[in-house]
């Protein structure tokens, strides 16, 4: 049994060997699937943490409080805090180049995962952003635009633009 949060767990992410959680008390925990065992507090948010991707040796969260949080799993250190967005982060993703986030404000933010920099916004602003997913160049973000859900995808880089999504 897995005990250590003060209140309701709202996230959780797993990769075969740890189990994170994020917690209405602000705090995520690490844990490890085999032993139960709490391997890690991390701290950094100051409400809610709803949002958590674990790949490899990275966490990244997601707060109320607008910050994505990057973690190494191997220290336990945070590597980026991102003031990503005006309230909360509805959602995210990463992979080995990039960080989307998006959040009630209606924005969806790239990000690079290397240095935490911001790199842009990759639509129009909206009234909610509900989900983003991406892949290779192109990103998916499912939204109210006008008082209705929208799905929009966003084309691929032209070519000698690589690395940064374009719309």
């Known amino acids: 049994m897995f005990r250590g949060h003060y209140h309701q767990i709202y996230s959780v992410a797993f990769d075969g060997e740890r189990v994170a959680t994020g917690s209405l008390d602000s705090t995520v925990r690490v844990w490890s699937a085999e032993t139960g065992d709490c391997l890690a507090l991390l701290q950094g948010h100051t409400s809610l943490v709803g949002q958590l991707q674990l790949t490899n040796d990275l966490l990244v969260t997601g707060g109320s409080d607008g910050r994505v949080i990057v973690f190494s799993l191997s220290t336990f250190e945070c590597l980026h805090r991102l003031c990503a967005h005006d309230?909360?982060?509805t959602c995210?993703?990463?992979?080995?180049?990039f960080v989307v986030s998006g959040g009630n404000d209606g924005r969806v933010k790239l990000w690079d995962l290397r240095t935490g920099a911001f790199i842009r916004e990759l639509s129009k602003p909206c009234e909610a952003v509900w989900r983003v997913s991406f892949k290779d160049d192109k990103c998916v973000v499912l939204c109210k635009r006008g008082g209705k859900t929208v799905m929009e995808v966003r084309p691929p880089i032209p070519p000698g633009r690589a690395g940064v999504f374009r719309h």
């Not at 995210?92 to 180049?97: E, I, W």
């Open 87 to 89: 309230n909360s982060v």
């Open 92 to 97: 995210l993703q990463f992979d080995d180049r």
